[in-house]
């Protein structure tokens, strides 16, 4: 578990920036593990401000939700840009879904951490494929702390670090859940993989 170095607020000495990452495959609790964190910075009465991606409405149009049905209010936005004109004041950035969001991305997250905030980002690291999914393997170049979750492969039990897709769709980009993919482990993701 990711225990936050300095969670307090530091404004005496000046506000220190970082970038957080939490990455793994569909499944593995990133979702859950972004909320607990900043439901932590919440508790330490800190201002959080929580975005997501505007494509993604799986569970919810307006909120980050985890598959355990964990939820946590949110902006929707369309590009990466939109989150440094709707940030403010605030001391920490939640971000959800980040491979769904231009390479922007990875110069917004730089920016606010610069400006004194804590960023903490969300999102697949590899694709279906088992590529590494961009833009997250920049932002992990860049992060102070990078926190890789696992799921539970579904075949066979063994710990998972990829996603698996059910159909044949071939595009990078299809939203689904568990109709469309399952945590595999390297074998059983390689013995499958078309």
Not at 29 to 34: D, M, R, S, W
Not at 101 to 111: G, L, M, N, S, T
Not at 154 to 180: I, N, Q, T, W, Y
């Amino acid at each position: 578990m990711f225990i936050e170095p300095s969670i307090g607020r530091q404004k005496s000495s000046g506000n220190r920036g970082q970038i957080e990452v939490i990455c793994g495959s569909m499944f593995s609790g990133k979702t859950e593990e972004l909320i607990r964190r900043l439901n932590r910075a919440k508790i330490a009465k800190q201002k959080v401000e929580i975005f997501k991606p505007s494509i993604d409405k799986r569970y919810d149009e307006n909120a980050v939700v985890s598959h355990n049905d964990n939820s946590i209010r949110s902006t929707p936005v369309n590009f990466a840009n939109d989150i440094l004109l709707l940030s403010g004041d605030c001391d920490v950035v939640g971000i959800d879904e980040v491979q769904f969001f231009d390479e922007q991305i990875v110069p917004v997250a730089q920016k606010l951490a610069n400006q004194g905030k804590r960023v903490i980002l969300a999102g697949l690291d590899m694709d279906f494929e088992g590529n590494p999914f961009d833009p997250m393997p920049k932002l992990m170049a860049i992060a102070e702390y990078v926190t890789k979750v696992n799921a539970i492969c579904m075949k066979c039990g063994d710990l998972a670090a990829f996603s698996f897709r059910l159909s044949d769709a071939k595009e990078k980009v299809v939203l689904g859940e568990k109709e469309s993919y399952e945590a595999r482990c390297r074998k059983c993701f390689n013995e499958d993989k078309k």
